[in-house]
């Protein structure tokens, strides 16, 4: 310990360096490092040291602490941070506290470096907590730091810390002692008479810093000054942020001083005095005040009313009164607007102080403030108004929701909605007849179509908000109201059908905003089919169960099947939104995965449909002859599009219910409800005992009634939704069902296009998820991909309708092998371009090459596709150079424009990177391709030069003339020379004429000024509205171009 | 306006509630903001709109490019609505400077003969009527429209009857085409008239 002491000494030497020794001056940093790692040797450290080494340090600023780099003030800085948190004591005995601060200050005179002042806040902090400070030596630290308020810091070092994390530090110096409030108050005060945003932010954000951390002593002695301070903040406030910041302060004061022992009868406490002043200026305001006072005045009592119980009995008590006088007398109705507003915000109060208890509840605080008894009498106290709220107010302002011009009285609802849903939430305010009523009116209004949206959109939140409190009446009235006003069947007339389906769809899209955008919060109170769910999904389910009631009522009817797509739309919409809205709120969906090991909470959805839509049958005549299938037992209607509507609906259904992620392998109903000798992809959950056959006839489609093709979507949907390593639980063979799908596909078997896209999605699916062309084929010495190439290779004898199938099977196959990265792409790209110059099918399958990256529906990551980011770049440079060299080298003019048409089915999904990065290369090509005529190809590479002559104003520049020509071929569009290019592509190139103003050389286009007038007046008289507006806004640009800028 | 002092420091300002709605302008623009409800699911483009295989199966309502739309009073609206008042950040519609119902356009009967001219007259309505803009302000609805509008679109803009103390000063001036050539020679004078169309371009 000698030893140490010693040198400590040594080291204390060097920092006063007493004689002047010139190397003493350049070791600061590494000194102050030492001293502080022999004082981290507690057990060895004389504690009587600490004091020498502190008077040391403070002897630095007379040896030119200020020119010391920041790294060495730093280490200082560390020092003296270490000393007085570990060794506190030590210093206050042997030093006193006040010498300590009078030295720390005197070193950090000249501060400015963050790091440094990032320690020295923490050390401020610290010792104004923990140590005993006389107000000198606090008036001493509050000088220091409070100069630096508010942190202005515009560095872009990461090694430095951010100005968000200063100011935190610097705010918890403001609040780290009592004895600051004195300074502090007064100082915040002033900073509220700035015009800055930033600080006004800054002020408000540290005076809730010191309310909330200052005794209720201190805070009491401040409070009326706080609230003389504020109020205006709020009454003549004009930005929202403020406002609640401003709020939130008035709230904490009241939170600060509530100490839970007041006596309810005593208006004398601080807390009292501060509750009822605010409350008499506020309810000074309410009356003959313009509407942002009454407004503002709601705010504030608010906010002290929901600060606590007492605060909220005393608020009723002092302002009610004189608000239902006020009331009665009103006759303006947008006086009445502005007081139902305060109305609201009072019971709001009410609302707030419950939601608080439940979440301190849920956190395990302890709630002895909010007593039995507490709430026992704020119960009494509001119920001395209820009866006069209630019957005055608002069953009043309900009585005139449907009533009245619906723009002028639009304010008046919207707050007499909101009044009545807080009124219908806060236990036993509203007797249950008066809350039926509320329930009731609103579901009406809800379901009136003609109702103002705004309006309406007030309603649907109220109900919705309603709902998740009390789903039996949501059940019982909402649900009930809203689908009495679907009809029973639609129009067969085709006018009077799509006014019918807009209604309906206006009713059931109101009800999934009711009921699927919020979790449910209470337990039905009578018996619930769903007792394995979680009670969150009551009123989901209550909304699903009716839709799938109303959906069999409907198609039990003969031609209904257009509504019931309607239906089945907001059957799936509903799991759409509400599951997204489990996700986001994860941990309950945590909570609930793990109390749902046997059925998902959706499965019972598509259990439903399927067992009433899907049996069993058998095969009259042909190969497959008195062998099972899976089939319909609805009849079809007379299009086929509807058909396809509805399985579309259904196949999407049961993907999102099977990748939910509240589905688990454990729940998974694909593997629940397996049948002996078969799998639910081909059985598609069908009650009837079903055959091992089904295994290998329903994946047939080649043989068989229609209607297979149809099941086949919902095998397909069934594979989209399972997860990548479920492959084996699946229990088909990947490889020999992709084969399948191949055969159905390039069959010439009537179908849909639908039903054909359906099949390629699912030979897609097998093989990006399942690795279908790797497996082998049964009966077959070649895989998949080699299958495709011959089948493709060999096009001499096959007829054209077949080739196109078999193109078409080639595309969507090397599309999905694409997206996993499978290294046979090649081959298939390279087929694809030799089919390009086919006479007969050249141009589609040109036109092909727009499928290898589009975006699908069914090969999604969502449905656990493997979608590899560099598939773009990989296509690119796996086609491109040959399309280019093919159109070079052709001679056939429809040979170069397929190949122009393939490449903008390539360009169009590419990365921008490598489009810059090859736009010289592809420019001439992008140019020519605007000439082609089809729609798609033309539009997709206008949009090209487009992104080039954003991305790459010079390579563009180069070709101005040609881009200038280009468009205006398209855009001159006039009655004796019509243009080749659709509305789409006219208004497209118009923009591009625009956007040359701005990035091009402004003296190159000058030069073109007059011709592009001339072109551009042209397409100002074109037909279409759109492409006029394109041309407006071009001539503006060019009209605006002239020598120099004004 | 720098620091001259305002002819109307403090104009009514019209709710955008009581403003004529205007049409969408460039809809393409609009594509990505889609709605997902009931109706819109009901009317989705199928899966396959994309398949080439299928391109005669399925055909894009959006791209019928026989129709044909005339343009009509409220087109020409939309393009002087949010011309910026000279004194005020505010549009011409806003101060009730424009409005739908003195926008007047005379078509001809054959809107095949493309040398046939259509008539345009713009009335304004001055905020207060010792407006010393209301010259400018015509100018730039003149302007504009004569950039906007094809050439075979003859404008006329004129103050609204009774609403300005010298109507008929600032209405000779406006219908002077020399004068009006002449104005927009002036470097300053555009240079204003260019802020004021600003918003046109937004």
Same mark, same amino acid.
């Given at each position: 310990?000698?030893?140490v002491?010693?040198?400590?000494?040594?080291?204390?030497?060097?920092?006063e360096?007493?004689?002047?020794?010139?190397?003493?001056?350049?070791?600061?940093?590494?000194?102050?490092?030492?001293?502080?790692?022999?004082?981290k040797?507690?057990?060895?450290?004389?504690?009587?040291?600490?004091?020498?080494v502190?008077?040391a340090?403070?002897?630095?600023?007379?040896?030119?602490?200020?020119?010391?780099?920041?790294?060495?003030?730093?280490?200082?800085?560390?020092?003296?941070?270490f000393?007085?948190?570990?060794?506190?004591?030590?210093? %206050?005995?042997?030093?006193?506290?006040?010498?300590?601060?009078?030295?720390?200050?005197?070193?950090?005179e000249?501060?400015?470096?963050?790091?440094?002042?990032?320690?020295?806040?923490?050390?401020?902090?610290?010792?104004? /907590?923990?140590?005993?400070?006389?107000?000198e030596?606090?008036?001493?630290?509050?000088?220091?730091?409070?100069?630096?308020f508010?942190?202005?810091?515009?560095?872009?070092?990461?090694?430095?810390?951010?100005?968000?994390?200063?100011?935190?530090?610097?705010?918890?110096?403001f609040a780290?002692?009592?004895?600051?409030?004195?300074?502090?108050f007064p100082?915040?005060?002033?900073g509220?008479?700035?015009?800055?945003?930033?600080?006004?932010?800054?002020?408000l954000?540290?005076?809730?810093?010191?309310v909330?951390?200052?005794?209720?002593?201190?805070?009491?002695?401040?409070?009326?000054?706080?609230?003389?301070?504020?109020k205006?903040e709020?009454?003549?406030?004009?930005?929202?942020?403020?406002?609640?910041?401003?709020?939130?302060?008035? %709230?904490?004061?009241?939170?600060?001083?509530?100490?839970?022992?007041?006596?309810?009868?005593e208006?004398?406490s601080?807390?009292?005095?501060?509750?009822?002043?605010? +409350?008499?200026?506020c309810?000074e305001?309410?009356?003959?005040?313009?509407? %942002?006072?009454?407004?503002?005045?709601?705010?504030?009592?608010?906010?002290?009313?929901?600060?606590?119980?007492?605060?909220?009995?005393?608020?009723?008590?002092?302002?009610l009164?004189?608000?239902?006088?006020?009331?009665?007398?009103?006759?303006?109705?947008?006086?009445?607007?502005?007081?139902?507003?305060?109305?609201?915000?009072?019971?709001?109060?009410r609302?707030d102080?419950?939601?608080?208890?439940?979440?301190?509840?849920?956190?395990?605080?302890?709630?002895?403030?909010y007593?039995?008894?507490?709430?026992?009498?704020?119960a009494?106290?509001?119920?001395?108004?209820?009866?006069?709220?209630?019957?005055?107010?608002?069953?009043?302002?309900?009585?005139?929701?449907?009533t009245?011009?619906a723009?002028?009285?639009?304010?008046?609802?919207?707050n007499a909605?909101?009044?009545?849903?807080?009124?219908?939430?806060?236990?036993?305010?509203?007797?249950?007849?008066h809350?039926?009523?509320?329930?009731?009116?609103?579901?009406?209004l809800?379901?009136?179509?003609?109702?103002?949206?705004e309006?309406h959109?007030e309603l649907?939140q109220?109900?919705q908000?309603?709902?998740?409190?009390?789903?039996?009446?949501?059940?019982?009235?909402?649900?009930?109201?809203?689908?009495a006003?679907?009809?029973?069947?639609?129009?067969?007339?085709?006018?009077?059908?799509?006014?019918?389906?807009?209604?309906?769809?206006?009713i059931?899209?109101?009800?999934? /905003?009711?009921?699927?955008?919020?979790?449910?919060?209470?337990?039905?109170?009578?018996?619930?089919l769903?007792?394995?769910?979680?009670?969150?999904?009551?009123?989901?389910e209550?909304? /699903?169960?009716a839709?799938?009631k109303?959906?069999?009522?409907?198609?039990?009817l003969?031609?209904?099947?257009?509504?019931?797509?309607?239906?089945?739309?907001?059957?799936?919409?509903?799991?759409?939104?509400?599951?997204e809205?489990?996700s986001?709120?994860?941990?309950?969906?945590?909570s609930?995965?793990?109390?749902?090991?046997?059925?998902?909470?959706?499965t019972?959805?598509?259990?439903?449909?399927?067992?009433?839509?899907v049996?069993?049958?058998?095969?009259?005549?042909?190969?497959?002859?008195g062998?099972?299938?899976?089939?319909l037992?609805i009849?079809?209607?007379?299009?086929?599009?509807?058909?396809?509507?509805?399985?579309?609906?259904?196949?999407?259904?049961?993907?999102?219910?099977?990748?939910?992620?509240?589905?688990?392998?454990?729940?998974?109903?694909?593997?629940?409800?397996g049948?002996?000798?078969?799998?639910?992809?081909?059985?598609?959950?069908?009650?009837?005992?079903?055959?091992?056959?089904?295994?290998t006839?329903?994946?047939?489609?080649?043989?068989?009634?229609?209607?297979?093709?149809?099941?086949?979507?919902?095998?397909?949907?069934l594979?989209?939704?399972l997860?990548?390593?479920e492959?084996?639980?699946?229990?088909?063979?990947?490889g020999?069902?992709?084969?399948?799908?191949?055969?159905?596909?390039?069959?010439?078997?009537?179908?849909?296009?639908?039903?054909?896209v359906s099949?390629l999605?699912?030979? /897609?699916?097998?093989?990006?998820k399942?690795?279908?062309?790797?497996?082998?084929?049964?009966?077959?010495?070649?895989?998949?991909?080699?299958?495709?190439?011959?089948?493709?290779?060999?096009?001499?004898?096959?007829?054209?309708?077949?080739?196109?199938?078999?193109y078409?099977?080639?595309?969507?196959?090397?599309?999905?092998?694409?997206a996993?990265g499978?290294?046979?792409?090649?081959?298939?790209? +390279? %087929?694809?371009?030799?089919?390009?110059?086919?006479?007969?099918?050249?141009?589609?399958?040109?036109?092909?090459f727009?499928?290898?990256?589009a975006?699908?529906?069914?090969?999604t990551?969502?449905?656990?596709?493997?979608?590899?980011?560099?598939?773009?770049?990989?296509?690119?440079f796996?086609?491109?150079?040959?399309?280019?060299?093919?159109?070079?080298g052709?001679?056939?003019?429809?040979?170069?424009?397929?190949?122009?048409?393939?490449l903008?089915?390539?360009?169009?999904?590419?990365?921008?990177?490598?489009?810059e990065?090859?736009?010289?290369?592809?420019?001439?090509?992008?140019l020519?391709?605007?000439?082609?005529s089809d729609?798609?190809t033309?539009y997709?590479?206008?949009?090209?030069?487009?992104?080039?002559?954003?991305a790459?104003?010079?390579?563009?520049?180069?070709?101005?003339?040609?881009?200038?020509?280009?468009?205006?071929?398209?855009?001159?569009?006039?009655?004796?020379?019509?243009?080749?290019?659709?509305?789409?592509?006219?208004?497209?190139a118009?923009?591009?004429?625009?956007l040359?103003v701005?990035?091009?050389?402004?003296?190159?286009?000058?030069?073109?000024?007059?011709?592009?007038?001339?072109?551009?007046?042209v397409?100002?008289?074109?037909?279409?509205r759109?492409?006029?507006?394109?041309?407006?806004?071009?001539?503006?640009?060019?009209?605006?171009?002239?020598?120099?800028?004004? | 306006?720098?620091?001259?002092?305002?002819?109307?420091?403090?104009?009514?300002i019209l709710?955008?509630?009581?403003?004529?709605?205007?049409?969408?302008?460039?809809?393409?623009?609009?594509?990505?903001?889609k709605?997902?409800?009931?109706?819109?699911?009901?009317m989705?483009?199928?899966?396959?709109?994309?398949?080439?295989?299928y391109?005669?199966?399925?055909?894009? =309502?959006?791209?019928?490019?026989?129709?044909?739309?005339?343009?009509?009073?409220?087109?020409?609206?939309?393009?002087?609505?949010p011309i910026?008042?000279?004194?005020?950040?505010?549009s011409?519609?806003?101060l009730?400077v424009v409005?739908?119902?003195?926008?007047?356009?005379?078509?001809?009967?054959?809107?095949t003969?493309t040398v046939?001219?259509?008539?345009?007259l713009v009335?304004?309505?001055?905020?207060?009527t010792h407006c010393?803009?209301a =010259?400018?302000?015509?100018?730039?609805?003149?302007?504009?429209?004569?950039?906007?509008?094809?050439?075979?679109?003859?404008?006329?803009?004129?103050?609204?009857?009774?609403?300005?103390?010298?109507?008929?000063?600032?209405?000779?001036?406006?219908?002077?085409?020399?004068?009006?050539?002449?104005?927009?020679?002036?470097?300053?004078?555009?240079?204003?008239?260019?802020?004021?169309?600003?918003p046109?371009?937004?």
């Open positions: 310990m000698l030893l002491h010693l040198v400590v000494l040594y080291l204390c030497v060097r920092f360096n007493p004689d002047n020794i010139p190397s003493y001056d350049a070791g600061v940093k590494w000194t102050a490092k030492a001293l502080q790692a022999l004082a040797w507690e057990t060895r450290f004389p504690r009587g040291d600490t004091s020498i502190a008077e340090v403070f002897k630095l600023p007379s040896k030119g602490f200020k020119e010391q780099l920041p790294p060495t003030r730093l280490a200082v800085f560390e020092l003296l941070d000393l007085a948190c570990t060794y506190s004591g030590v210093i %206050q005995r042997d030093m006193g506290a006040s010498s300590f601060v009078q030295g720390i200050v005197l070193v950090a000249f501060e400015k470096d963050p790091r440094c002042l990032k320690v020295l806040f923490q050390t401020y902090q610290g010792i104004s /907590q923990d140590w005993t400070l006389n107000p030596s606090l008036k001493l630290m509050w000088d220091s730091f409070s100069r630096y508010p942190i202005t810091l515009k560095t872009t070092d990461t090694s430095v810390p951010t100005r968000e994390e200063l100011q935190q530090l610097l705010i918890g110096c780290s002692s009592d004895g600051y409030a004195v300074h502090a100082y915040l005060f002033d509220l008479d700035t015009s800055e945003d930033t600080l006004t932010n800054t002020v954000e540290t005076l809730r810093a010191c909330n951390a200052y005794t209720p002593k201190v805070v009491s002695q401040w409070c009326s000054k706080i609230w003389d301070a504020l205006f709020v009454w003549d406030g004009t930005k929202d942020e403020y406002i609640e910041r401003t709020l939130d302060v008035l %709230q904490a004061i009241g939170e600060k001083l509530d100490n839970g022992d007041l006596n309810w009868d208006p004398a601080p807390f009292a005095q501060y509750i009822l002043t605010a +409350s008499t200026e309810s305001r309410l009356h003959d005040s313009k509407a %942002q006072h009454v407004l503002g005045s709601g705010k504030i009592l608010r906010a002290i009313a929901s600060s606590s119980s007492f605060g909220f009995n005393l608020v009723i008590k002092s302002v009164p004189k608000m239902l006088v006020i009331w009665d007398d009103l006759i303006s109705k947008d006086k009445k607007t502005a007081l139902l507003s305060v109305f609201s915000d009072i019971l709001q109060a609302l102080l419950r939601d608080g208890i439940n979440i301190a509840l849920s956190q395990g605080h302890n709630l002895e403030r007593s039995a008894k507490a709430e026992a009498t704020l009494v106290s509001l119920g001395a108004f209820q009866q006069s709220i209630v019957d005055d107010v608002l069953i009043n302002a309900m009585m005139e929701l449907g009245g011009d723009g002028v009285d639009t304010p008046y609802k919207v909605i909101k009044g009545l849903v807080v009124g219908a939430r806060i236990p036993a305010f509203l007797s249950d007849y809350r039926g009523t509320v329930i009731l009116e609103f579901s009406k809800a379901a009136d179509r003609l109702q103002s949206a309006i959109q649907i109220a109900l908000q309603i709902a998740v409190e009390d789903v039996d009446r949501f059940r019982d009235l909402t649900l009930m109201t809203f689908l006003q679907l009809p029973d069947r639609l129009s067969s007339s085709k006018a009077e059908l799509a006014n019918e389906l807009n209604s309906a769809a206006f059931l899209e109101s009800l999934i /905003q009711i009921a699927c955008t919020s979790t449910c919060k209470v337990e039905l109170a009578g018996p619930s769903h007792t394995e769910t979680d009670v969150k999904f009551r009123v989901f209550q909304l /699903q169960e839709l799938l109303k959906l069999h009522r409907v198609l039990s003969p031609d209904q099947l257009q509504f019931a797509n309607a239906i089945l739309i907001a059957i799936y919409r509903g799991l759409y939104v509400f599951d809205l489990l986001r709120e994860k941990a309950g969906a945590k609930h995965s793990s109390s749902l090991s046997e059925t998902g909470p959706f019972w959805i598509i259990k439903d449909l399927y067992e009433t839509y049996h069993q049958k058998s095969h009259q005549g042909g190969p497959l002859d062998l099972p299938y899976v089939g037992s009849t079809l209607d007379s299009e086929s599009i509807v058909n396809d509507t509805f399985f579309n609906l259904l196949s999407k259904l049961t993907t999102l219910v099977l990748r939910s992620s509240q589905t688990t392998s454990a729940n998974n109903p694909v593997f629940n409800a049948r002996e000798g078969s799998n639910q992809i081909w059985n598609l959950f069908c009650l009837d005992p079903t055959a091992e056959s089904l295994n006839t329903q994946q047939n489609l080649e043989s068989g009634p229609a209607e297979k093709c149809l099941m086949n979507v919902l095998s397909m949907s594979v989209a939704g997860r990548r390593d492959k084996d639980r699946m229990a088909i063979e990947a020999n069902t992709a084969m399948s799908m191949i055969k159905n596909a390039i069959s010439p078997q009537q179908c849909s296009p639908f039903v054909k099949i999605n699912f030979l /897609q699916l097998l093989i990006n399942f690795g279908a062309a790797k497996e082998q084929i049964a009966n077959d010495d070649r895989n998949l991909v080699q299958i495709m190439l011959d089948l493709a290779a060999d096009s001499t004898s096959k007829g054209e309708s077949e080739l196109q199938r078999i078409q099977t080639l595309a969507y196959f090397t599309a999905a092998l694409l996993a499978g290294a046979a792409v090649k081959d298939l790209v +390279s %087929q694809m371009i030799s089919g390009i110059s086919n006479p007969m099918i050249g141009r589609k399958v040109a036109q092909s727009r499928l290898l990256l975006r699908s529906e069914v090969m990551e969502q449905n656990f596709c493997v979608i590899r980011k560099l598939r773009k770049q990989h296509l690119f796996l086609a491109t150079d040959r399309l280019i060299d093919m159109w070079r052709s001679e056939h003019k429809e040979v170069q424009e397929n190949c122009l048409i393939a903008a089915g390539i360009f169009a999904e590419m990365d921008l990177k490598v489009l990065d090859n736009a010289e290369k592809i420019f001439p090509l992008i020519e391709g605007t000439n082609v729609d798609y033309m997709t590479h206008i949009l090209l030069i487009r992104t080039v002559l954003i790459c104003p010079n390579i563009a520049s180069t070709h101005l003339d040609s881009i200038i020509n280009r468009m205006t071929d398209r855009t001159h569009n006039t009655y004796d020379s019509p243009s080749d290019a659709s509305v789409k592509c006219r208004a497209a118009l923009e591009v004429l625009a040359l701005g990035h091009l050389d402004r003296g190159a286009l000058l030069r073109r000024k007059a011709k592009m007038m001339i072109e551009l007046d397409a100002l008289d074109d037909c279409s759109t492409v006029r507006s394109a041309a407006e806004h071009t001539k503006m640009r060019w009209f605006n171009l002239v020598e120099h800028e004004a | 306006m720098g620091s001259a002092q305002l002819d109307n420091a403090n104009p009514t709710n955008a509630s009581d403003l004529p709605s205007h049409r969408r302008r460039r809809q393409g623009r609009d594509t990505s903001s709605e997902h409800g009931v109706k819109e699911v009901l989705a483009k199928p899966s396959y709109s994309l398949d080439p295989f391109l005669s199966d399925f055909s894009d =309502t959006d791209s019928d490019d026989s129709t044909i739309e005339p343009i009509d009073e409220q087109e020409i609206y939309d393009l002087i609505a910026s008042d000279p004194e005020h950040p505010l011409l519609e806003s009730g409005k739908l119902q003195d926008v007047h356009l005379i078509s001809p009967s054959d809107l003969n046939a001219l259509s008539r345009v009335e304004l309505t001055p905020t207060v010393s803009l =010259t400018v302000i015509g100018l730039g609805v003149r302007v504009r429209l004569e950039q906007a509008l094809p050439p075979s679109y003859r404008v006329e803009v004129k103050i609204k009857k009774d609403t300005h103390a010298q109507a008929e000063e600032v209405n000779k001036q406006l219908a002077d085409k020399e004068r009006v050539a002449a104005a927009l020679e002036n470097a300053n004078l555009m240079g204003i008239l260019r802020k004021m169309m600003e046109c371009l937004a």
